[in-house]
Structure formats: structure tokens, C-alpha cells
């Protein structure tokens, strides 16, 4: 055979488009888990972590006896050198060693994927710490669900792929606990705190009663999200309402606190408050980009025995 008629008999064999990798989609929710741990190691180096409610405790205090610790080492002189105090300031490098391992963590990594699994239960102790300081508040646990899994997300991505079908199940699980947190927040399922009715009034320049209409309009909103995300008709404008949203109230922190009459115009107080809660755009984000072509994906999905799915429905 001539090379010309090589040449031409290659041509006509049918091409096969190889799969390319979703890195936008899986960049979301690297982003996502790195600006979370950024802002909580932030949290526990400049201000304090939330862990007091769960350490000043008497069985905490009979654990450490048992240890020979005495009160007076234990609680301190109130300079913050005592056990707890101490340790609380040191918990800071958790956090930020966990945000590093998100940056280079790659598929087939298994420490890497399994620090990042100890992170998301740093995380869940840090929240849970949060609703037992709020006087045990459903809300305040559930809305932080984006922040504890979306580590967990990050692992699964690399590991069980970006499509694959439990991946995109949990990302649907961590947006509807975020929203339906905020949402029984705005809508007054439960009491609103004061820093939404303060942030909606600061941004707006509106008066409390328009305050307490939208924010209760927000709340409706909210719960549509939950409910939409789940419908493969609706899930699309959902998550892209979701994406703009969880944006929205993750500045509205800075936007409402800092000021040019602050030093460093408040950003050592108020920036890291929008950095952890990148989780909440940034999952309905990579839904988003999961969703954009659902036919194509579906149809490769089908052809792989379902491996990789797009989504339920």
C-alpha cells in the first residue's frame, strides 16, 4: 500500500474524542475548600476559634485532672496561658495546612485526600461548636453544610471523578443545607440575628420594616433553591441563582463592615468573613458547569455504564 493511500485510508477511520477533564468545574471546588480553610485559619490566628463552649466544661476538666493537670494550669491567669487558651491559638495551623493540601492534592494522593477528610471534621467540630454556642439553633449547624463538605467534594472529585454521580448528590446536599440554614434565618423560622437585619439596611439604606420584607422575601427564595435544585427543569436556573446569591451574601460582610476610616480599612476584620464562605458560590457553581450540556454528558454516561452521571433525574 502507497503511503498515499495510508494516509487515506486513516483519514477515513471514524475519530474518537477523547474526554477532557473538567478543570473548571473541579477548580470551584479546589477554590472553594482553599478559601475556606484561608479564611478559618484567619479566624483562629487573629481573633479566636469557637471551641470554648465545648472545652469549659467539667468532664473536660476531670479528663485533664486525670492527666495531672491542675485548675490553675488548666484555666490560667486569664492572659490566655492557660491549657485550652493555648491550644485554641495553636489550631490555626490545622487550618492552614489543610488549605495548602488543597492547592496540591492530585488523584491518587491518598494522604493528601485523607488530610483533607480530617480537615472537613475539623470543620464539623468548628460548627458544631458554633450551634451549641448559639443555644442550639438547627439553622447555624446546617447553613455551614457547604464549609464541611466541600472538602469531602474535593476528595471525591479526584478520586470517584467530577460527573460521577455521587459527587454532583453531595454538592446538591451541601447547597440545600446552606440555603435551607440561611433561609429559616431570613424567613424568621427562627429568630434573625441582627447582623442580616444591619447588613441588608447598611447596603440598601433602607428602614427596618423594608429590611424585615426583604429579607423574609430572601427566606422564600431560599427554600424555592432547595426545592429547585432537586428538579432537573429548575436545577439549572437554580444553581445560578444559588452562584449569584451565595456571592452576594458572602460580601455583603465587607461591604457592610469595611470603611476608610478603619485601619487597613477593616479588611483584617471583615475580609476573611466573605473568604470562608466561598463554599456557598462556588458548589452551585460547579453544579452549574456539570449542567450546562446535560445531553451530552447523559449520553457518554450511558456509554460507560454510568459511571459518571451529570445528576439525578
Same mark, same amino acid.
Given at each position: 500500500?502507497?503511503?498515499?493511500?495510508?494516509?487515506?485510508?486513516?483519514?477515513?477511520?471514524?475519530?474518537?474524542?477523547?474526554?477532557?477533564?473538567?478543570?473548571?468545574?473541579?477548580?470551584?471546588?479546589?477554590?472553594?475548600?482553599?478559601?475556606?480553610?484561608?479564611?478559618?485559619?484567619?479566624?483562629?490566628?487573629?481573633?479566636?476559634?469557637?471551641?470554648?463552649? @465545648?472545652?469549659?466544661?467539667?468532664?473536660?476538666?476531670?479528663?485533664?485532672?486525670?492527666?495531672?493537670?491542675?485548675?490553675?494550669?488548666?484555666?490560667?491567669?486569664?492572659?490566655?496561658?492557660?491549657?485550652?487558651?493555648?491550644?485554641?491559638?495553636?489550631?490555626?495551623?490545622?487550618?492552614?495546612?489543610?488549605?495548602?493540601?488543597?492547592?496540591?492534592?492530585?488523584?491518587?494522593?491518598?494522604?493528601?485526600?485523607?488530610?483533607?477528610?480530617?480537615?472537613?471534621?475539623?470543620?464539623?467540630?468548628?460548627?458544631?461548636?458554633?450551634?451549641?454556642?448559639?443555644?442550639?439553633?438547627?439553622?447555624?449547624?446546617?447553613?455551614?453544610?457547604?464549609?464541611?463538605?466541600?472538602?469531602?467534594?474535593?476528595?471525591?472529585?479526584?478520586?470517584?471523578?467530577?460527573?460521577?454521580?455521587?459527587?454532583?448528590?453531595?454538592?446538591?446536599?451541601?447547597?440545600?443545607?446552606?440555603?435551607?440554614?440561611?433561609?429559616?434565618?431570613?424567613?424568621?423560622?427562627?429568630?434573625?440575628?441582627?447582623?442580616?437585619?444591619?447588613?441588608?439596611?447598611?447596603?440598601?439604606?433602607?428602614?427596618?420594616?423594608?429590611?424585615?420584607?426583604? @429579607?423574609?422575601?430572601?427566606?422564600?427564595?431560599?427554600?424555592?433553591?432547595?426545592?429547585?435544585?432537586?428538579?432537573?427543569? @429548575?436545577?439549572?436556573?437554580?444553581?445560578?441563582?444559588?452562584?449569584?446569591?451565595?456571592?452576594?451574601?458572602?460580601?455583603?460582610?465587607?461591604?457592610?463592615?469595611?470603611?476608610?476610616?478603619?485601619?487597613?480599612?477593616?479588611?483584617?476584620?471583615?475580609?476573611?468573613?466573605?473568604?470562608?464562605?466561598?463554599?456557598?458560590? @462556588?458548589?452551585?457553581?460547579?453544579?452549574?458547569?456539570?449542567?450546562?450540556?446535560?445531553?451530552?454528558?447523559?449520553?457518554?454516561?450511558?456509554?460507560?455504564?454510568?459511571?459518571?452521571?451529570?445528576?439525578?433525574?
Amino acid at each position: 500500500m502507497s503511503r498515499a493511500e495510508l494516509n487515506a485510508s486513516v483519514s477515513l477511520r471514524p475519530t474518537v474524542d477523547k474526554p477532557k477533564p473538567d478543570k473548571l468545574p473541579l477548580a470551584c471546588l479546589r477554590w472553594g475548600a482553599f478559601l475556606c480553610f484561608a479564611g478559618w485559619a484567619w479566624v483562629h490566628f487573629y481573633w479566636e476559634g469557637p471551641y470554648g463552649v @465545648l472545652l469549659w466544661q467539667d468532664a473536660t476538666y476531670d479528663l485533664a485532672t486525670r492527666f495531672g493537670i491542675t485548675w490553675d494550669d488548666f484555666v490560667g491567669t486569664g492572659a490566655d496561658d492557660g491549657l485550652v487558651q493555648k491550644w485554641i491559638a495553636r489550631i490555626w495551623w490545622l487550618y492552614l495546612v489543610c488549605a495548602v493540601l488543597t492547592l496540591t492534592v492530585r488523584k491518587g494522593a491518598w494522604i493528601q485526600m485523607s488530610g483533607l477528610v480530617v480537615g472537613s471534621g475539623l470543620l464539623t467540630v468548628l460548627c458544631y461548636a458554633k450551634y451549641v454556642a448559639s443555644k442550639y439553633q438547627l439553622p447555624m449547624f446546617i447553613e455551614h453544610g457547604g464549609q464541611m463538605l466541600i472538602p469531602i467534594l474535593l476528595v471525591m472529585a479526584l478520586s470517584i471523578g467530577v460527573r460521577h454521580r455521587i459527587t454532583v448528590i453531595t454538592a446538591i446536599i451541601a447547597v440545600i443545607l446552606t440555603f435551607a440554614g440561611h433561609g429559616s434565618y431570613a424567613f424568621g423560622l427562627w429568630p434573625t440575628p441582627g447582623n442580616f437585619h444591619a447588613m441588608t439596611s447598611v447596603i440598601l439604606g433602607v428602614e427596618y420594616p423594608t429590611t424585615q420584607t426583604l @429579607l423574609r422575601i430572601a427566606g422564600v427564595l431560599d427554600f424555592l433553591v432547595c426545592i429547585g435544585i432537586c428538579i432537573p427543569s @429548575l436545577r439549572r436556573a437554580s444553581a445560578c441563582y444559588a452562584t449569584v446569591w451565595g456571592f452576594l451574601t458572602a460580601i455583603a460582610r465587607p461591604v457592610a463592615g469595611m470603611s476608610w476610616g478603619l485601619n487597613y480599612w477593616g479588611a483584617d476584620q471583615y475580609l476573611h468573613e466573605a473568604v470562608l464562605r466561598a463554599p456557598h458560590f @462556588l458548589i452551585p457553581l460547579y453544579l452549574l458547569l456539570i449542567w450546562r450540556q446535560p445531553g451530552r454528558t447523559d449520553a457518554a454516561t450511558s456509554r460507560t455504564g454510568g459511571q459518571q452521571a451529570a445528576g439525578p433525574g
